[in-house]
């Protein structure tokens, strides 16, 4: 059965109006109730048919009894030759004929009466309806049961967790259709826009359309490409998210992770079963651009541009759409919605220049508005939209002391969920550091409970902060702070807090990891990701720092001498390594060269290292064999070497033509038709293989000044070639005829004054609210 409560009022009306129009097999218009006198649709000739319909699904029947009672007299003044009631409520048979005798006269028959039941069958036999109106479909069991069945996976359940009450107030915006046009057409969107503009919600709006094409939903809350990867099926069709992929605050970026994304991108542009969607703060984007030219080049690489759509453009339409949605699932009572609609106020609202979901979200929220008097509504909501940075400032100050520990602690777990288990542990350990600590009170639970469904969430057994924008809040506070930064980092427990907190606070954080370092207290931190992931910081840090102490250097060789720090990254890996053996002053202070006296280490090493990191590595290398005589190679273990430095130059020239193979091709393609593919084949052929020469070319000059090692280089251009898929990737290209540009998805300029009048009928739209 289709679900009717999801549809606020115009919604249901506009429902009615195709419902009814395939049913009497006529053409229908709507009104609204300033233009009609309480008409919502009737046909174009005369007073021949008019229809009322009324949205009851929380109401009982007595209050919908009561509102079609007000509509005889102007049912009796207008004469109507037929009169149809269409209504959400599920009719008993005693109600129709209780309606029935209401408008006897102007019925022909109980049949003019549609209840829920009636519309639910009429819309089974018409698919092309459902498709029209998103919410039918959108919340059916149907796509119910299949995010129901893909929340197996712990992280869409938590994801998807509020997606019926999204889906409630979502918008169908211009965002959301041009992202559609784009996924089917390009399988990768990147979705960039303000916080609070509705990334997220939109993203898992998109993440619905396409369960309901079949699609398995793949997501994951560390935002791990690895893990994202380690999941895909070839052959299944599939959708990803990679939510806030640039986190909330840009720090620096991981180019390790940027060339997993990149490899995850390229792998999904060609393959017609995968999307995925990507969403970011425009602001943090704007900074990663600016700040990282790595990142630049990445975005130009991939040629991504013509997939960034920004979602702050919503029309004035879709504004008043949002308000009203939020007021009417809120339930906000005649007396609130008498304020906003007082004087056309609501266009002042969504006119305002700081108009944001999340601010609508903040100002309709049923626990906040019991806290304003009705006279003062109004004037609360424009300064919550004067002063947006000001909302969770004044939440803030109204905690108490143990509320404002408890938020503070959770931030510093994660910005997603986290396990309810790692909060209460690391709450209760940041409390027995408080003075004057009440022990015979659980002060966890009852923050908790107080913080609930306000500034909190709960989904099974993991807990997250509500809101993004109270992330925000947290951290602008914690980072003008540094006594209460001072305070969690005393009590922390996992890693991932020392990862949080610095971001907020570089120095304090940096000089409490040298402590823990320096005390030999940093391997007793937790990790509730990877296990692993404490003894790859554990150096990082180290180098980080520049720590040199005699007492780290057992823990050191160890831990370079471990596979622990190390894992599948070949760019980390990379990175590690160069931050001992690429830096003399570490190789010197801990005289490293012994580690590499013994061959089956340094192999170790080389087989860590990607081409970037052994042209800088081997010289230096040499350097210490010339200097150290207990370094030096067998003419096998040199051909080892040399060996390992061929199969890394292959792969970077891998690496580099299947990013550059869809430019190579069309740039030398100039038809495109099916029987020059052959003639094509050649030609590209040519083209890559010159290609290839000369990479190989540039990066032997890069490395012939060694005089030990590198003498044994040999590249397989064949391997080489046999890797990229040649043929493969030019009938993929032949068969897309071109690329795709942004301006295909353009959409025309639209008719404010025009939206205006479409807000004001959406307001006049009578307001019936009863629990």
């Given at each position: 059965?289709?679900?009717?409560?999801?549809?606020?009022?115009?919604?249901?009306?506009?429902?009615?109006?195709?419902?009814?129009?395939?049913?009497?097999?006529?053409?229908?218009?709507?009104?609204?109730?300033?233009?009609?006198?309480?008409?919502?649709?009737?046909?174009?000739?005369?007073?021949?048919?008019?229809?009322?319909?009324?949205?009851?699904?929380?109401?009982?029947?007595?209050?919908?009894?009561?509102?079609?009672?007000?509509?005889?007299?102007?049912?009796?003044?207008l004469k109507p030759k037929r009169y149809i009631i269409v209504t959400s409520f599920c009719l008993t048979p005693q109600n129709e004929n209780d309606i029935y005798n209401l408008f006897k006269p102007f019925m022909r028959s109980k049949e003019d009466i549609y209840d829920a039941c009636r519309l639910d069958s009429i819309l089974l036999d018409n698919i092309e309806i459902v498709k029209t109106h998103y919410k039918l479909w959108l919340i059916s069991s149907d796509i119910l049961n299949i995010i129901s069945n893909n929340s197996?996976?712990?992280?869409?359940?938590?994801?998807?967790?509020?997606?019926?009450?999204?889906?409630?107030?979502?918008?169908?915006?211009?965002?959301?259709?041009?992202?559609?046009?784009?996924?089917?057409?390009?399988?990768?969107?990147?979705?960039?826009?303000?916080?609070?503009?509705?990334?997220?919600?939109?993203?898992?709006?998109?993440?619905?359309?396409?369960?309901?094409?079949?699609?398995?939903?793949?997501?994951?809350?560390?935002?791990?490409?690895?893990?994202?990867?380690?999941?895909?099926?070839?052959?299944?069709?599939?959708?990803?998210?990679?939510?806030?992929?640039?986190?909330?605050?840009?720090?620096?970026?991981?180019?390790?992770?940027?060339?997993?994304?990149?490899?995850?991108?390229?792998?999904?542009?060609?393959?017609?079963?995968?999307?995925?969607?990507?969403?970011?703060?425009?602001?943090?984007?704007?900074?990663?651009?600016?700040n990282n030219q790595g990142f630049n080049n990445f975005i130009i690489d991939i040629n991504v541009n013509k997939y960034i759509l920004n979602v702050n453009e919503m029309n004035l339409l879709e504004k008043g759409k949002m308000l009203y949605k939020h007021i009417y699932f809120n339930r906000l009572s005649q007396e609130y919605y008498n304020e906003i609609q007082m004087d056309e106020r609501y266009l002042k609202i969504i006119k305002h220049a700081n108009f944001n979901p999340r601010i609508i979200e903040y100002i309709t929220?049923?626990?906040?508005?019991?806290?304003?008097?009705?006279?003062?509504?109004?004037?609360?909501?424009?300064?919550?939209?004067?002063?947006?940075?000001?909302?969770?400032?004044?939440?803030?100050?109204?905690?108490?002391?143990?509320?404002?520990?408890?938020?503070?602690?959770?931030?510093?777990?994660?910005?997603?969920?986290?396990?309810?288990?790692?909060?209460?542990?690391?709450?209760?350990?940041?409390?027995?550091?408080?003075?004057?600590?009440?022990?015979?009170?659980?002060?966890?639970?009852?923050?908790?409970?107080?913080?609930?469904?306000?500034?909190?969430?709960?989904?099974?057994?993991?807990?997250?902060?509500?809101?993004?924008?109270?992330?925000?809040?947290?951290?602008?506070?914690?980072?003008?702070?540094?006594?209460?930064?001072?305070?969690?980092?005393?009590?922390?427990?996992?890693?991932?807090?020392?990862?949080?907190?610095?971001?907020?606070?570089?120095?304090?954080?940096?000089?409490?990891?040298?402590?823990?370092?320096?005390?030999?207290?940093?391997?007793?931190?937790?990790?509730?990701?990877?296990?692993?992931?404490?003894?790859?910081?554990?150096?990082?840090?180290?180098?980080?720092?520049?720590?040199?102490?005699?007492?780290?250097?057992?823990?050191?060789?160890?831990?370079?001498?471990?596979?622990?720090?190390?894992?599948?990254?070949?760019?980390?890996?990379?990175?590690?390594?160069?931050?001992?053996?690429?830096?003399?002053?570490?190789?010197?202070?801990?005289?490293?060269?012994?580690?590499?006296?013994?061959?089956?280490?340094?192999?170790?090493?080389?087989?860590?290292?990607?081409?970037?990191?052994?042209?800088?590595?081997?010289?230096?290398?040499?350097?210490?064999?010339?200097?150290?005589?207990?370094?030096?190679?067998?003419?096998?273990?040199?051909?080892?070497?040399?060996?390992?430095?061929?199969?890394?130059?292959?792969?970077?020239?891998?690496?580099?033509?299947?990013?550059?193979?869809?430019?190579?091709?069309?740039?030398?393609?100039?038809?495109?038709?099916?029987?020059?593919?052959?003639?094509?084949?050649?030609?590209?052929?040519?083209?890559?293989?010159?290609?290839?020469?000369?990479?190989?070319?540039?990066?032997?000059?890069?490395?012939?000044?060694?005089?030990?090692?590198?003498?044994?280089?040999?590249?397989?251009?064949?391997?080489?070639?046999?890797?990229?898929?040649?043929?493969?990737?030019?009938?993929?290209?032949?068969?897309?005829?071109?690329?795709?540009t942004k301006e295909k998805y353009n959409f025309t300029k639209e008719d404010t004054n025009s939206y205006e009048e479409l807000i004001k009928d959406l307001f006049d739209i009578e307001y019936i609210f009863t629990d």
């Amino acid at each position: 059965m289709y679900n009717f409560i999801n549809m606020e009022s115009h919604e249901f009306e506009l429902l009615s109006k195709d419902i009814m129009e395939k049913a009497l097999g006529i053409d229908l218009r709507t009104y609204t109730k300033g233009r009609d006198g309480g008409i919502d649709i009737r046909g174009y000739v005369g007073n021949d048919i008019i229809i009322q319909v009324k949205h009851f699904v929380h109401g009982n029947f007595s209050s919908l009894r009561n509102s079609l009672i007000k509509e005889q007299e102007k049912v009796k003044k207008l004469k109507p030759k037929r009169y149809i009631i269409v209504t959400s409520f599920c009719l008993t048979p005693q109600n129709e004929n209780d309606i029935y005798n209401l408008f006897k006269p102007f019925m022909r028959s109980k049949e003019d009466i549609y209840d829920a039941c009636r519309l639910d069958s009429i819309l089974l036999d018409n698919i092309e309806i459902v498709k029209t109106h998103y919410k039918l479909w959108l919340i059916s069991s149907d796509i119910l049961n299949i995010i129901s069945n893909n929340s197996s996976n712990i992280d869409i359940s938590t994801l998807m967790y509020d997606f019926e009450r999204k889906s409630e107030l979502f918008v169908e915006t211009r965002a959301y259709r041009e992202a559609i046009k784009i996924l089917e057409s390009e399988n990768l969107i990147m979705l960039s826009g303000e916080p609070g503009v509705g990334k997220t919600t939109l993203s898992k709006m998109l993440l619905a359309y396409f369960a309901s094409q079949k699609y398995t939903l793949r997501y994951v809350s560390n935002k791990s490409v690895r893990d994202i990867k380690n999941m895909l099926l070839d052959d299944s069709k599939e959708i990803i998210l990679l939510d806030d992929f640039l986190g909330q605050h840009y720090v620096e970026l991981d180019m390790s992770k940027l060339e997993e994304l990149k490899n995850l991108i390229i792998y999904i542009s060609n393959k017609n079963n995968k999307k995925l969607i990507l969403n970011s703060r425009i602001t943090i984007l704007n900074e990663a651009l600016n700040n990282n030219q790595g990142f630049n080049n990445f975005i130009i690489d991939i040629n991504v541009n013509k997939y960034i759509l920004n979602v702050n453009e919503m029309n004035l339409l879709e504004k008043g759409k949002m308000l009203y949605k939020h007021i009417y699932f809120n339930r906000l009572s005649q007396e609130y919605y008498n304020e906003i609609q007082m004087d056309e106020r609501y266009l002042k609202i969504i006119k305002h220049a700081n108009f944001n979901p999340r601010i609508i979200e903040y100002i309709t929220r049923k626990n906040k508005v019991k806290e304003i008097s009705v006279d003062s509504y109004f004037e609360f909501i424009i300064k919550s939209l004067d002063n947006p940075k000001d909302i969770w400032k004044e939440e803030f100050e109204k905690f108490k002391k143990y509320d404002r520990i408890f938020m503070n602690t959770l931030y510093s777990l994660s910005n997603d969920f986290i396990l309810e288990v790692i909060l209460q542990e690391s709450f209760n350990v940041r409390i027995n550091n408080e003075e004057n600590y009440d022990t015979t009170i659980n002060i966890y639970n009852d923050c908790a409970n107080r913080l609930a469904d306000s500034l909190i969430i709960k989904v099974n057994n993991s807990i997250k902060i509500m809101n993004p924008s109270i992330n925000d809040y947290i951290f602008h506070y914690l980072s003008e702070n540094d006594v209460e930064v001072g305070s969690i980092l005393k009590s922390t427990l996992y890693l991932e807090q020392l990862q949080i907190l610095r971001k907020v606070n570089e120095i304090c954080t940096m000089e409490f990891i040298n402590f823990k370092i320096l005390n030999q207290e940093f391997l007793k931190l937790k990790i509730y990701a990877d296990g692993d992931e404490i003894n790859y910081y554990y150096l990082y840090y180290i180098s980080e720092l520049n720590i040199k102490n005699d007492l780290l250097l057992e823990s050191i060789y160890e831990n370079l001498l471990s596979h622990k720090p190390f894992g599948h990254d070949k760019e980390r890996n990379s990175d590690l390594t160069m931050r001992f053996f690429g830096n003399q002053g570490m190789v010197t202070y801990y005289k490293l060269d012994k580690l590499i006296l013994d061959f089956n280490n340094l192999r170790r090493y080389y087989n860590y290292l990607n081409f970037n990191a052994l042209k800088e590595f081997i010289p230096l290398h040499e350097h210490s064999i010339k200097q150290n005589i207990n370094l030096m190679l067998s003419k096998d273990e040199i051909f080892k070497l040399d060996r390992l430095t061929s199969w890394e130059i292959e792969l970077e020239i891998i690496s580099l033509l299947n990013e550059e193979i869809d430019n190579i091709i069309v740039s030398n393609i100039t038809d495109f038709e099916d029987e020059v593919a052959e003639e094509n084949i050649s030609l590209i052929k040519n083209v890559v293989s010159t290609y290839i020469d000369s990479l190989i070319q540039d990066r032997m000059m890069l490395l012939q000044n060694n005089s030990i090692l590198c003498k044994n280089i040999h590249i397989n251009n064949q391997m080489i070639f046999d890797e990229i898929d040649l043929v493969g990737n030019i009938y993929t290209v032949m068969s897309n005829n071109g690329v795709c540009t942004k301006e295909k998805y353009n959409f025309t300029k639209e008719d404010t004054n025009s939206y205006e009048e479409l807000i004001k009928d959406l307001f006049d739209i009578e307001y019936i609210f009863t629990d």
